[in-house]
């Protein structure tokens, strides 16, 4: 018997079943398949037991969420909104959008900052592991925003950003850049970047000389903001959370 095994657990396709993954059969199948890993080990043997408060299971190198009592939230936070769960001085928080529906969840916390007058994405969950890896710099999980500036932004500016940027606290390199859109003496510009320093992308943007009129986060790691409403909160799916397992490496 190995480490990962239970006589007394739960049969492993039972167990990919009941966490969402794919019907009783079609687990057979992806075991059969050698697409599923307990503890690291890849498993092909229909009869296998495991518990599921304790194995760790990854099926086509994502790993499966088996703990009914985590959630994972992504809510696009207001303008104005203030990114603690409450507020002594009666500022709108994020914890007043969690009444009616979470607030009894236990240690549910959002996974890092949005500053009061940026919008956007913003994930909660009570699984501490995962937040804590998110907000790692060593993880280096990509963030996403679309930012309206002042001026028109200069062919070249992008390259000069990947390559590194210098302000007073070091230099900064963002990920990704590019101009969606320049009118009326402004433009409109996506970057990525993996830096979590407060205020960067504003820092970043006003030092090129291109202070920020309109800031939203769009995505975090491979979970995407698209088209959710503004001050709405949604459960993510299996798929993205396990996309955000695989981004911290869990």
């Given at each position: ?190 970057l990525v970047i993996h830096e ?55």
């Amino acid at each position: 018997m190995t480490s990962s095994e239970h006589p007394d657990g739960v049969r492993l396709q039972k167990v990919l079943s009941q966490a969402g993954v794919a019907s009783r059969r079609a687990a057979e199948d992806l075991i059969a398949a050698g697409r599923v890993e307990v503890d690291g080990q890849i498993v092909t043997e229909l009869g296998r037991r495991v518990h599921p408060d304790e194995a760790v299971i990854h099926v086509d190198g994502t790993r499966v969420n088996l703990r009914d009592d985590l959630i994972y939230l992504a809510f696009n936070k207001p303008k104005g909104v203030h990114s603690t769960m409450s507020d002594d001085r009666g500022r709108p928080c994020v914890g007043e959008y969690l009444m009616g529906r979470y607030e009894e969840t236990p240690g549910v916390v959002h996974v890092g900052r949005l500053d009061e007058n940026t919008e956007g994405l913003l994930l909660l969950t009570n699984d501490g592991d995962l937040g804590h890896r998110l907000m790692h710099p060593s993880y280096r999980v990509l963030k996403t925003y679309l930012a309206e500036v002042d001026g028109l932004v200069p062919r070249g500016l992008g390259k000069e950003l990947r390559k590194g940027w210098e302000l007073e606290d070091g230099i900064v390199k963002v990920d990704q850049f590019r101009v969606k859109d320049m009118h009326s003496g402004k433009s409109l510009v996506e970057l990525v970047i993996h830096e979590g320093k407060k205020h960067i992308v504003r820092r970043l943007l006003k030092d090129t000389g291109h202070p920020v009129l309109k800031l939203v986060r769009t995505a975090v790691g491979d979970v995407q903001l698209g088209n959710q409403r503004v001050g709405s909160i949604r459960r993510l799916t299996k798929g993205e959370v396990g996309a955000l397992y695989r981004n911290v490496e869990l």
